[in-house]
Nanobody, 128 residues
Framework: QVQLVESGGGSVQAGGSLRLACAAS????????MGWFRQAPGKEREGVAR????????AYADSVKGRFTISQDNGKNTVYLQMNSLKPEDTAMYYC?????????????????????WGQGTQVTVSS
């Protein structure tokens, strides 16, 4: 089992930055993929970024490319999402996800089906 705890959410004005963190605990040695998803009220949960922990291969949603960066600190079993140039449309609950399967590395996009473990979420609000 893997437990995920997100932190770093908050409120920021458009153009600002936030850094989210996701701390993994439990059987972390099994994790091959970690990712970030978001869900705004009334909308589907969408993939934002993912990282294949072996080699650090990454993928991003088109809407965040060039603005968001996913990274990992293996020593701390933590994945980060650096979010710059934030826009009001980035407002959502952000969820961390993980999975022992390597399937996230098979394609250059972020897929919900690649992840089986989920955190509780952290709210990001961007005001105009």
């Amino acid at each position: 089992q893997v437990q995920l705890v997100e932190s770093g959410g908050g409120s920021v004005q458009a153009g600002g930055s936030l850094r989210l963190a996701c701390a993994a605990s439990g059987y972390t040695a099994s994790i091959n993929c970690m990712g970030w998803f978001r869900q705004a009220p009334g909308k589907e949960r969408e993939g934002v970024a993912r990282i294949y922990t072996v080699g650090s291969n990454t993928a991003y949603a088109d809407s965040v490319k060039g603005r968001f960066t996913i990274s990992q600190d293996n020593g701390k079993n933590t994945v980060y999402l650096q979010m710059n140039s934030l826009k009001p449309e980035d407002t959502a609950m952000y969820y961390c996800a993980a999975d022992p399967r390597p399937t996230c590395s098979w394609h250059p996009y972020v897929s919900r089906s690649d992840f089986g473990y989920w955190g509780q979420g952290t709210q990001v609000t961007v005001s105009s």
